[in-house]
């Protein structure tokens, strides 16, 4: 059974950092991308970054560039997301996503963790 | 980036009805458009991709359909464990992006 599951969320002022991380199991982590993706009322679901399986390629939508970077440990079968800089806006229940090979929609999400940006 | 709507933002059907479900992009997708089931408190799951293929586990009931721009979900006999919010998503473009807001929610009529 595939599970991924999230932590590192929190309350953060903004301006801060936060590390993100989701511990996978019940596939071949290496074999798969993965991303973040974010919710929030307001704008609903948002692609965030993606790394492919091997690591060697990184995805970063256009809000985020600079400030978050995503990462895996293939060893550990984990996924992290850093992310500095935080805005308000960046407030949001973050998802841990899988996503089928050769593919950029997402099969498998963990249960999120929240992140709140507020002084 | 592309835009995808759905209407209506709230559809209340009774238990055993059809519910069907509309999405739209805001320039062609071609047929790499996905739907998922949201409960509250939960992650969403992925119920169709390639806007007719049902996702493993996932009841005969529900069905996909569409290419391009329009795109619909179908609902058959609905049950009680349907009644949540639905979102559609491309991945023909980059970024890949989820309708704008929050979907469809299909509520106990």
């Known amino acids: 059974e595939v599970q991924l599951l999230e932590s590192g969320g929190g309350l953060v002022q903004p301006g801060g950092s936060l590390r993100l991380s989701c511990a996978a199991s019940g596939f071949t982590f290496s074999n798969y991308a993965m991303t973040w993706v974010r919710q929030t009322p307001g704008k609903g679901l948002e692609w965030v970054s993606g790394?492919?399986?091997?690591?060697?390629?990184?995805y970063n939508v256009d809000s985020v560039k600079g400030r978050f970077t995503i990462s895996r440990d293939n060893s550990k079968n984990t996924l992290y997301l850093q992310m500095n800089s935080l805005r308000a806006e960046d407030t949001a229940v973050y998802y841990c996503?899988?996503?089928?090979?050769?593919?950029?929609?997402?099969?498998?999400w963990g249960q999120g963790t929240l992140v709140t940006v507020s002084p | 980036e592309i835009v995808m709507t759905q209407s209506p933002a709230t559809l209340s059907v009774s238990p055993g009805e059809r519910a069907t479900l509309s999405c739209r992009a805001s320039q062609s997708v071609h047929n790499n458009l996905a739907w998922y089931q949201q409960k509250p408190g939960q992650a969403p799951r992925l119920l169709i991709y390639g806007a007719s293929t049902r996702a493993t586990g996932v009841p005969a009931r529900f069905s996909g359909s569409g290419s391009g721009t329009e795109f619909t979900l179908t609902v058959n006999s609905l049950q009680s464990e349907d009644f949540a919010l639905y979102f559609c998503h491309q991945y023909n473009d980059w970024p890949p992006t989820w309708t704008l807001g929050q979907g469809t929610k299909v509520e106990i009529k």
């Open positions: 996503t899988r996503r089928p090979m050769g593919w950029n929609y997402v099969d498998y």
């Open positions: 790394i492919s399986g091997s690591g060697g390629a990184t």
